[in-house]
T-cell receptor, first 112, second 112 residues
Framework: NAGVTQTPKFQVLKTGQSMTLQCAQD?????MYWYRQDPGMGLRLIYY???????DKGEVPNGYNVSRLNKREFSLRLESAAPSQTSVYFC???????????FGSGTRLTVV | QKEVEQNSGPLSVPEGAIASLNCTYS??????FFWYRQYSGKSPELIMS????GDKEDGRFTAQLNKASQYVSLLIRDSQPSDSATYLC????????????FGAGTRLAVHP
């Protein structure tokens, strides 16, 4: 019963470096999401994937790219990290609009 | 105006009291509404969902929805110190496409 697994849990990057945040779910959910959470601002949607093979922008997509590799995996890439991308990143998945989301444990990213 | 608004708190209640958490949203066509609980340093976990006007009860939790007033609330009866957390309101503002917008959360503190 792993649910939604995110790696890594913590990461420190230097400005300009790139990295990929990994997310995998074992619940056979169609929809997957990437959110960032900053103090006082709640969760903001970066990108989402309604089904395998599709991705779409959310509220704050600038500076990020995503790949829905297969039904299980949805990765988030920072091509050139900036201090403004310091945040906690959550991946989530959902079976149906009536059932809400299941979240991963999060990745705490610091860009210096 | 934010799409989903919550009072940031902290809301402080004594143990055994009723805690009342409120949320307003901007879009009249919203159909799905959720409450998540998030402990410090952890990921959000779903505690309640509601889709129809009125009340929905689950144990010590009651969600209330008033679509005409664009208002959703969460009541926690017999509050316990373990209920101390941040409560996030989430609304599907995408017309049923399962894309949730989260409020910034209300921090609840239950003191013995």
């Amino acid at each position: 019963n792993a649910g939604v697994t995110q790696t890594p849990k913590f990461q420190v990057l230097k400005t300009g470096q790139s990295m990929t945040l990994q997310c995998a779910q074992d619940m056979n959910h169609n929809s997957m999401y990437w959110y960032r959470q900053d103090p006082g601002m709640g969760l903001r949607l970066i990108y989402y994937s309604a089904s395998e093979g599709t991705t779409d922008k959310g509220e704050v997509p600038n500076g990020y790219n995503v790949s829905r590799l297969n039904k299980r995996e949805f990765s988030l890439r920072l091509e050139s990290a900036a201090p403004s991308q310091t945040s906690v990143y959550f991946c989530a998945s959902s079976e149906h609009r009536d059932y809400g989301y299941t979240f991963g444990s999060g990745t705490r990213l610091t860009v210096v | 105006q934010k799409e989903v608004e919550q009072n940031s708190g902290p809301l402080s209640v004594p143990e055994g009291a009723i805690a009342s958490l409120n949320c307003t949203y901007s879009d009249r066509v919203s159909q799905s509404f959720f409450w998540y609980r998030q402990y410090s340093g952890k990921s959000p976990e779903l505690i309640m969902s509601i889709y129809s006007n009125g009340d929905k009860e689950d144990g010590r939790f009651t969600a209330q929805l008033n679509k005409a007033s664009q208002y959703v609330s969460l009541l926690i009866r017999d509050s316990q110190p373990s209920d101390s957390a941040t409560y996030l309101c989430a609304v599907d503002l995408s017309g049923g496409y399962n894309k949730l917008i989260f409020g910034a959360g209300t921090r609840l503190a239950v003191h013995p």
